[in-house]
């Protein structure tokens, strides 16, 4: 049966509630969610912020509010893609060709849609630094090759994207995980979490979730009182209680009190906070299928809009249509060397439909139908919209279009089912493209993979 987002196992509220307002750095800006993640303040350049966004916690934003990002350098079979230290690839010059780094064809093809295909300057333009701008901490400025002064934090070249139109929009890429023969994406920079050493924080599509330095997931208890444990000597053989040393201060959303035992321990938002002892495997959710106890978040994502439900699969939990058809997402990355995403409306839809119909558009939409949204439907947050767009060409619609169709889409591109699930929990488009769907192709939209021990 389709599971309801909202029924008694909602998966997109597993943690207790935040405190109604939190302290967050001077340096914020805009408004604040009352769970937004606290970051650790730093000085910044002249005319860089801090912006909280839905998906990425806190990031780096230039003066408009638009985030920057990085390129980090990945190695591919045959090359190299992304910014090596200090140095930005990113240029004015439109790529043309394909660059035969990971394809399954040769170098030297011609590029779709070269008419519309922008250099990576336009789709990435950098992130600029003012002619008496200084460095500032971690922050410092590259020459770039076409003489302007680009921003770097780390050493990498820093960009904005041309998808991101208002303040804490991130759809010009993601710090989630993604596989290892998919492109060199671009990933939003921002600043540290405010938590202390032996914690870190891990975004997945269920929130941005609390880990501890070996990535292994941290976990709270519906017995526990605030800023007390429950969980005594034969518990704590299962739960291990994630020890405060003494030097270990409360400082923001973190305290720290004595167990019975005499050893402190943390708590994260007055809630104890422990370690699974079965966990195997980074970002687990494992622990969640004890009954009381729960994955943490330093912030929750947005819940999709109403209608969609959660279906139990051989390898983990996906997100559904409300007949529990699997939700699809395309991913794509060309195969050039500056590495652009093709995954959006607003880029070329040859991948997409080479991908789902052989090429041919009806075929296409019959095979990957788009989710379709009620005719009045907007968007429920910044991350799920309802858009208008184009069936035949798969690009965003002008207003008024005949014949478009108004669709749901995930961080601006559009979900999809597949035709091929007869029942609820098929899975059997994921990974339906090149290399397993990581360069390029269709996978589900897991909020629990097991078989990959992913979260999201």
């Given at each position: 049966?389709?599971?309801?987002?909202?029924?008694?196992?909602?998966?997109?509220?597993?943690?207790?509630?935040?405190?109604?307002?939190?302290?967050?750095?001077?340096?914020?800006?805009?408004?604040?969610?009352?769970?937004?993640?606290?970051?650790?303040?730093?000085?910044?350049?002249?005319?860089?912020?801090?912006?909280?966004?839905?998906?990425?916690?806190?990031?780096?934003?230039?003066?408009?509010?638009?985030?920057?990002?990085?390129?980090?350098?990945?190695?591919?079979?045959?090359?190299?893609?992304?910014?090596?230290?200090?140095?930005?690839?990113?240029?004015?010059?439109?790529?043309?060709?394909?660059?035969?780094?990971?394809?399954?064809?040769?170098?030297?093809?011609?590029?779709?849609?070269?008419?519309?295909?922008?250099?990576?300057?336009?789709?990435?333009?950098?992130?600029?630094?003012?002619?008496?701008?200084?460095?500032?901490?971690?922050?410092?400025?590259?020459?770039?090759?076409?003489?302007?002064?680009?921003?770097?934090?780390?050493?990498?070249?820093?960009?904005?994207?041309?998808?991101?139109?208002?303040?804490?929009?991130?759809?010009?890429?993601?710090?989630?995980?993604?596989?290892?023969?998919?492109?060199?994406?671009r990933e939003p920079v921002g600043p540290a979490p405010d938590v202390p050493p032996?914690?870190?924080?891990?975004?997945?599509?269920?929130?941005?979730?609390?880990?501890?330095?070996?990535?292994?997931?941290?976990?709270?208890?519906?017995?526990?009182?605030?800023?007390?444990?429950?969980?005594?000597?034969?518990?704590?053989?299962?739960?291990?209680?994630?020890?405060?040393?003494?030097?270990?201060?409360?400082?923001?959303?973190?305290?720290?009190?004595?167990?019975?035992?005499?050893?402190?321990?943390?708590?994260?938002?007055?809630?104890?906070?422990?370690?699974?002892?079965?966990?195997?495997?980074?970002?687990?959710?494992?622990?969640?299928?004890?009954?009381?106890?729960?994955?943490?978040?330093?912030?929750?994502?947005?819940?999709?809009?109403?209608?969609?439900?959660?279906?139990?699969?051989?390898?983990?939990?996906?997100?559904?249509?409300?007949?529990?058809?699997?939700?699809?997402l395309f991913g794509c990355g060309d195969d050039a060397d500056d590495q652009l995403?093709?995954?959006?409306?607003?880029?070329?839809?040859?991948?997409?439909?080479?991908?789902?119909?052989?090429?041919?558009?009806?075929?296409?939409?019959?095979?990957?139908?788009?989710?379709?949204?009620?005719?009045?439907?907007?968007?429920?947050?910044?991350?799920?919209?309802?858009?208008?767009?184009?069936?035949?060409?798969?690009?965003?619609?002008?207003?008024?279009?005949?014949?478009?169709?108004?669709?749901?889409?995930?961080?601006?591109?559009?979900?999809?089912?597949?035709?091929?699930?007869?029942?609820?929990?098929?899975?059997?488009?994921?990974?339906?493209?090149?290399?397993?769907?990581?360069?390029?192709?269709?996978?589900?939209?897991?909020?629990?993979?097991?078989?990959?021990?992913?979260?999201?």
């Amino acid at each position: 049966m389709p599971r309801s987002l909202s029924s008694g196992r909602r998966l997109f509220r597993i943690c207790a509630p935040a405190p109604a307002a939190l302290a967050l750095a001077a340096c914020m800006h805009g408004s604040v969610r009352p769970d937004a993640e606290a970051s650790v303040a730093q000085a910044l350049p002249a005319g860089i912020h801090v912006e909280q966004t839905e998906l990425e916690g806190p990031v780096f934003a230039d003066a408009a509010g638009h985030t920057l990002y990085r390129w980090p350098q990945k190695n591919l079979r045959n090359g190299n893609a992304g910014d090596p230290t200090g140095t930005s690839f990113c240029t004015s010059v439109k790529t043309t060709v394909n660059a035969g780094l990971m394809s399954p064809y040769p170098a030297g093809l011609v590029l779709p849609d070269l008419d519309s295909r922008p250099a990576c300057t336009v789709a990435w333009p950098p992130a600029t630094a003012a002619a008496d701008a200084k460095p500032v901490g971690r922050w410092t400025i590259i020459q770039r090759q076409d003489g302007i002064r680009q921003w770097a934090y780390d050493e990498a070249p820093l960009y904005t994207s041309q998808l991101d139109q208002k303040p804490g929009d991130v759809f010009g890429g993601s710090s989630r995980y993604s596989g290892g023969d998919g492109p060199a994406t671009r990933e939003p920079v921002g600043p540290a979490p405010d938590v202390p050493p032996g914690f870190g924080v891990k975004t997945t599509s269920m929130g941005r979730l609390l880990v501890t330095d070996r990535q292994l997931s941290v976990y709270m208890s519906d017995k526990d009182a605030p800023d007390a444990s429950a969980c005594d000597t034969e518990c704590s053989k299962l739960w291990i209680p994630m020890a405060a040393p003494a030097s270990g201060r409360p400082h923001g959303e973190w305290t720290a009190f004595i167990r019975p035992d005499g050893t402190r321990q943390w708590a994260f938002r007055h809630r104890a906070v422990y370690r699974y002892a079965l966990d195997r495997h980074p970002y687990s959710f494992v622990g969640s299928d004890v009954p009381g106890w729960h994955n943490v978040y330093t912030q929750r994502a947005p819940e999709p809009p109403a209608g969609f439900t959660v279906q139990d699969t051989t390898a983990g939990q996906v997100l559904a249509d409300a007949q529990g058809k699997t939700i699809y997402l395309f991913g794509c990355g060309d195969d050039a060397d500056d590495q652009l995403s093709c995954d959006h409306p607003t880029t070329t839809q040859v991948y997409r439909i080479a991908f789902c119909g052989g090429g041919d558009a009806a075929r296409c939409l019959r095979s990957f139908p788009y989710v379709m949204a009620p005719p009045d439907a907007r968007g429920t947050s910044r991350s799920w919209r309802a858009l208008d767009i184009d069936p035949q060409t798969g690009r965003f619609a002008i207003p008024g279009q005949k014949g478009s169709v108004h669709v749901w889409a995930y961080r601006d591109r559009p979900v999809y089912t597949y035709s091929g699930d007869r029942q609820p929990g098929d899975v059997n488009a994921d990974a339906h493209g090149e290399f397993r769907g990581e360069r390029n192709g269709f996978n589900a939209f897991w909020i629990r993979d097991d078989y990959f021990g992913q979260t999201g």
